[in-house]
C-alpha cells in the first residue's frame, strides 16, 4: 500500500474519532433550571402555617408557653440572643417528635415546622449540657377547636 496513503486512512480514522468523541450532546447544563420546583406536600398549603418566634438565651426561652389548637402546622422561628442552644419538641409520652438540626449560636436563626395532630401537652427544651434543668424549657399545650 501506498504511504501516503496510509497516512491519509490513519488521519481519518483519528478524525473520525474525534468527531465521534465530541458529538456526546452535553445535556448536564439543560438538567439545571434554576427556576425548577419540586413538589412538596408540605409547601401546599404555605398559608395554613402559623409562625411562632421564640427567643433562646442563658437559660430561657420566650416565650416559654405556647398554646395551639389541634390541627394547628406550627413554623417554630428560634432566634438565639445569647449562648449555645438547641430546641427540642418532646410529646407527652416523652418522645422528641421534632427539632432544630443544629446547635446554633448568638444571632443564629434556626427553625422547623411541625404539625400538632391531636390535643395533648408537648414541651420545649434545649438539650445542650444541663441546659434544661437550668430552666430552658417549656410548654406547648395543644387544644381542640
Ligand atoms: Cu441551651
Redesign the pocket.
Known amino acids: 500500500m501506498n504511504k501516503k496513503i496510509v497516512v491519509f486512512l490513519l488521519m481519518a480514522t483519528i478524525v473520525a474519532g474525534c468527531l465521534h468523541g465530541g458529538s456526546t450532546p452535553d445535556a448536564t447544563n439543560e438538567d439545571q433550571n434554576p427556576n425548577a420546583t419540586t413538589p412538596d406536600a408540605n409547601t401546599t398549603d404555605n398559608e395554613d402555617i402559623r409562625e411562632i418566634t421564640v427567643e433562646?438565651g442563658?437559660?430561657f426561652f420566650d416565650p416559654s408557653e405556647i398554646d395551639v389548637e389541634a390541627g394547628e402546622t406550627v413554623r417554630f422561628i428560634i432566634e438565639n440572643e445569647g449562648?449555645?442552644?438547641?430546641l427540642v419538641l418532646e410529646d407527652s409520652d416523652g418522645n422528641d417528635v421534632a427539632s432544630t438540626d443544629r446547635v446554633s449560636n448568638p444571632g443564629e436563626t434556626d427553625s422547623f415546622t411541625y404539625t400538632f395532630d391531636r390535643a395533648q401537652d408537648f414541651q420545649i427544651y434545649?438539650s445542650?449540657?444541663n441546659?434544661r434543668q437550668q430552666g430552658?424549657e417549656g410548654d406547648v399545650n395543644v387544644y381542640e377547636e
Open positions: 433562646s442563658n437559660y449562648g449555645t442552644h438547641d434545649c445542650v449540657g441546659h430552658m
